[in-house]
């Protein structure tokens, strides 16, 4: 069991960036998908999340609007689009998986299955 996340870079303002999430020996088919992001120095945000029961997302205030998750059930991923970044977006990526089943971002799922983290790098 276990989850890669993938697509981290060097990027400048105001540049985009894909993040992926790929799982391997189980299945992201239903199960709510958690992007999370920790600074150096600070503790760790919780960026946006894609139900694992109908597929709806709930996104964090400082990413609103202009990153969006989603998910591919045909290659057992999730993804994290980041548009018009800022170096306030600086920061190790991760990805995490709910326990169970069906559940949604709303009801605190139980995250936990987490990938190794991929590093964003927001400068000029």
């Known amino acids: 069991v276990q989850l890669q996340a993938s697509g981290g870079g060097v990027v400048q303002p105001g540049g985009s960036l894909r993040l992926s999430c790929e799982a391997s020996?189980?299945?992201?088919?239903?199960?709510?998908v958690g992007w999370f992001r920790q600074a150096p120095g600070k503790e760790r945000e919780w960026v946006a999340c894609?139900?694992?029961?109908?597929?709806?997302?709930v996104y964090g205030d400082s990413v609103k609007g202009r990153h969006t998750i989603s998910r591919d059930n045909t290659k057992n991923m999730t993804y994290l689009q980041m548009n018009f970044l800022e170096p306030e977006d600086t920061a190790v990526y991760y990805c995490?998986?709910?326990?169970?089943?069906?559940?949604?971002?709303?009801?605190?799922?139980?995250?936990?299955?987490w990938g190794q983290g991929t590093l964003v790098t927001v400068s000029s």
């Open positions: 995490a998986a709910d326990r169970w089943l069906y559940g949604r971002c709303v009801s605190e799922p139980d995250f936990t299955s």
């Open positions: 894609i139900s694992g029961s109908d597929n709806s997302t």
């Open positions: 020996g189980f299945s992201l088919d239903y199960r709510t």
